[in-house]
């Protein structure tokens, strides 16, 4: 390896000759047997190492002068990084050392064998390449045999390279870390686990329906981000690739370093963790961006930093939804909307699968079951209720269906590697595929969600888009053949992670188009990646009812929401199968307490709405609807918190407890924002749970028979609230999110150990972005201090007119009855909050104080 003495700036420069496979420790030659040496050649390869701000390296590995540009992953960074000068301190014997402006990191690059040593403070806290498994396929020119490396089977598919084999990898070391979390989506455990058994992590976006519990393989979606947790440093991973993708684990213990070779010194030596990861991709190039925190928090702001954050949703996206594979025509829809309001559970958005299209095309309306569809919509308006209604990918075709025909004429379709459009089965039969990463395509496609285009849309109905990772009925895994070619003659291959990515991206867009800039969308996708937080939401799919599928949708959640996600949930009721009452009731409890809350199922399920199940566990079922509804205000916060400081909503007990190393595995119990504790009961008939309160001690809660018949367990789940926090809550539910905007707050203060709390409260039109351009929004800081409750306004750029008042205030832990309260203002402060009304009491509800 020689380098470049003039580019030790910004970046810095790598040059590297070498034998292919062979060069910089690349996998062994005789994993391709079929290799002939005439194809290896000596390859230019380029590095290029750069700082960020704040903490963040990135390092790229591409061919000097590849035969073709190799793909590049674009529109995930919300912008190219700024970068900054690296120093060059040393440079001596194939080794340089750049220290980072901070001078706080320095990077130990050595030429031969290639490895890269990030230092903090001297101490190396992450390596690369130091178990020389780097590899980089170079591309050649097509061999005149066309041996088996141009070319796959898979099953009854043929695959052809057309440019040939071009995977890459590299593997990283971690020094002193053995809890690793991350690489969503699969349905498995919160932390990662050791792939020595050679079930590698796969992220690869599939249709699988009724996936199986604890299984590597890659579903819906990808995010290649994987996050490392010891006590005092959390650090993350970005690996910026789109194609199929592999991650193996490795960890194990050795011994630490001592400086000195003395009998005692080494006698004394402890083991440590050192976890080696491996990635392996199919195509692109290596574009890593390694987050070094140092806590996880700063990892979280980090990846916003490159990815976006959390998009603001509007607050009835927030509320719950009712959806079923599929309501049947308006007048289901309108019986079912009333069934809610004759049982008194509050619900904002009915939701309406494929079938209520014109024979699987859509943006249309079954002609016969709806028949007005913006009569529908106008009862639903009244009522203050939405409508989503699915958008899937593929085009069904029709040369009478205008989407078809458009597309068709324009090309707009992927194409197939012999320059047709690629045809594939799905819903509608035969079907075509929209090119999304066409930015003209998408373009085109937002149009579609015009009111005068999408007829008998309004301005109340939102998009749900399915089926697009792509799924493809009779492919290869049930998805687009990867030497499919897209814009830009890119293979599939290259982008397969994408297809959903830029789905959302197009109808996002679309929704907001369509209402001239004015109003946020909502938009739920299957299929997502790295960056899809800035479009909506995305839920884990297709789940079945059972109780597994209840207890592994909390660590799928909240490794989703590490992974910048925060709008993520899990079908209530699981969408295969016939949940029995008492699952059902625990799924509308767990979810109540979750990000995105939809009850859903598949057309072969029977009918649960949520009264069809006994007037019993319809009572506890209201419960759970309401408390999610009660709850809205310190939600909302949480998501504002999302979007502007990318905190996760539902995070991990050991993110806010970074040094309990009892919290490092536990995914049964989860924190909602900073102030609650959440233990959803996910096992059959469970009178009592232990809960792990971290700092504290482990409680066991009992479940009282009082309010049922003996016979019956009474459900309730427990939920803590952390000593020192104050939430905002609504005094009541309404039937809708609409209904509640003049429902006067309430504050809940539960004090810690010094007699303290502090609490948020955001507040905007919960609809449009006059918040942004406007700065039409409150955000308001309540502090509990030597026993005075004060307001003060967290962000002076808000201004927002409300006549909601706070009605009370409730203190958790107070010890002893005030003898005196009084209500006063400082000065002529404009502020929205009025202690109208003061209760104090020392416990309330289900809701239990937790000291830490």
């Not at 101490?123 to 141009?150: A, K």
Request: proline content about 5%; glycine content about 6%; aromatic content about 12%.
């Amino acid at each position: 390896m020689h380098t470049s003495t003039s580019a030790f700036t910004t970046p810095v420069f790598l040059a590297a000759y070498g034998e292919s496979y062979t060069m910089l420790g690349m996998r062994d030659l005789k994993i391709k047997t079929q290799l002939k040496k005439s194809y290896v050649f000596k390859v230019l390869l380029q590095g290029e190492i750069y700082e960020i701000e704040g903490n963040i390296f990135r390092l790229k590995i591409n061919e000097a002068a590849p035969l073709r540009a190799r793909y590049e992953v674009p529109d995930v960074l919300i912008k190219e990084p700024t970068t900054q000068k690296l120093s060059l301190s040393q440079k001596e014997g194939g080794v340089l050392v750049l220290t980072s402006v901070n001078e706080d990191y320095k990077l130990r690059v050595t030429a031969n064998p290639f490895q890269v040593e990030l230092q903090f403070k001297d101490e190396t806290v992450l390596s690369m390449n130091s178990n020389g498994l780097l590899y980089f396929e170079h591309l050649q020119p097509p061999p005149s045999d066309r041996y088996s490396l141009w070319q796959e089977k898979f099953g009854s598919f043929l695959d052809i390279k057309a440019h040939g084999p071009s995977s890459v990898g590299m593997d990283f070391s971690l020094h002193g870390f053995d809890h690793l979390y991350g690489i969503p989506q699969h349905t498995e455990s919160l932390l990662l686990k050791n792939t020595s058994d050679g079930d590698a992590y796969r992220l690869y976006n599939l249709d699988i329906f009724g996936h199986k519990i604890h299984d590597k393989i890659g579903i819906y979606g990808s995010v290649p981000l994987l996050i490392a947790h010891k006590p005092d440093r959390t650090l993350g991973i970005f690996w910026l690739n789109s194609s199929e993708t592999l991650v193996d684990i490795n960890t194990k213990a050795v011994p630490e370093h001592i400086p000195t070779e003395s009998a005692a010194d080494i006698s004394k030596q402890r083991a440590v963790p050192l976890t080696d990861v491996r990635w392996m991709s199919e195509s692109g190039i290596i574009d890593v961006f390694l987050l070094m925190g140092p806590t996880a928090f700063d990892i979280f702001r980090q990846f916003a930093q490159l990815t976006g954050t959390q998009a603001l949703p509007p607050l009835f996206s927030l509320g719950y939804h009712q959806c079923r594979w599929n309501y049947e025509d308006e007048q289901d829809v309108k019986a079912v909307d009333a069934g809610f309001d004759e049982h008194d559970i509050p619900y904002d958005v009915i939701w309406l699968d494929i079938e209520h299209t014109d024979g699987k095309r859509y943006f249309t309306w079954d002609k016969k079951k709806f028949q007005n569809p913006k009569r529908m919509q106008e009862l639903l308006r009244k009522k203050k209720r939405k409508l989503v209604v699915i958008v899937d990918p593929h085009i069904k075709a029709d040369p009478m269906y205008t989407l078809y025909s458009q597309g068709k004429e324009k090309g707009y379709f992927v194409k197939d590697r012999n320059g047709k459009d690629f045809e594939g089965i799905c819903w509608p039969g035969s079907s075509y595929y929209l090119d999304f990463t066409n930015p003209e395509v998408r373009k085109w496609y937002a149009d579609q969600f015009a009111f005068k285009t999408y007829k008998g849309s309004t301005n109340i109905l939102f998009v749900w888009n399915d089926m697009n990772e792509p799924s493809v009925f009779k492919g290869a895994e049930l998805t687009m053949q990867k030497d499919a070619v897209h814009y830009n003659n890119w293979e599939h291959r290259e982008l397969h992670n994408l297809y959903g990515f830029y789905q959302q991206m197009a109808t996002a867009e679309g929704l907001i188009k369509r209402s001239s800039g004015k109003e946020r969308p909502f938009v739920l996708t299957r299929s997502f990646f790295a960056g899809s937080q800035k479009y909506g939401a995305v839920w884990t799919g297709d789940n079945t009812a059972e109780w597994g599928y209840l207890k592994i949708s909390i660590p799928m959640l909240l490794t989703i929401s590490m992974a910048g996600i925060s709008f993520c949930g899990a079908d209530v009721g699981g969408f295969i199968g016939d949940p029995e009452p008492e699952l059902l009731v625990r799924w509308y409890q767990a979810g109540a307490y979750q990000p995105f809350f939809r009850g859903h199922s598949n057309m072969k399920s029977k009918r649960r709405e949520p009264w069809l199940f006994g007037e019993k566990n319809t009572q506890i079922i209201r419960e759970a609807i309401r408390e999610r509804y009660v709850l809205l205000p310190y939600l909302y916060t949480l998501f504002y918190r999302a979007h502007t400081e990318a905190e996760p909503v539902m995070r991990p007990l050991w993110i806010e407890f970074p040094e309990k190393l009892e919290t490092f595995g536990v995914e049964d119990e989860y924190m909602l924002g900073n102030a609650l504790l959440v233990y959803p009961v996910t096992d059959k008939e469970a009178k009592a749970v232990s809960v792990l309160l971290p700092g504290s001690k482990e409680v066991r809660v009992i479940q009282s028979c009082s309010a049922f018949q003996p016979t019956q367990i009474y459900y309730t789940i427990p939920i803590f609230q952390r000593g020192g926090t104050v939430i905002p809550l609504k005094t009541a539910a309404g039937k809708s999110t609409e209904w509640m905007t003049n429902i006067s707050y309430e504050l809940r203060v539960a004090l810690n150990t010094e007699a303290c709390a502090v609490g948020e409260l955001y507040l905007d039109d919960g609809h449009s972005f006059q918040y942004l351009h406007k700065k039409q929004f409150l955000f308001r800081k309540f502090t509990f201090h030597k026993n005075i409750l004060s307001s003060s306004c967290t962000d002076e750029s808000g201004q927002y007119r409300t006549t909601c008042v706070v009605e009370r205030v409730i203190f958790l832990g107070l010890g002893q009855q005030p003898t005196l309260v009084t209500a006063c203002s400082k000065g002529n402060e404009p502020t929205f909050i009025l202690l109208h009304l003061v209760i104090l009491i020392l416990l309330h509800s289900y809701v239990y104080i937790w000291h830490i």
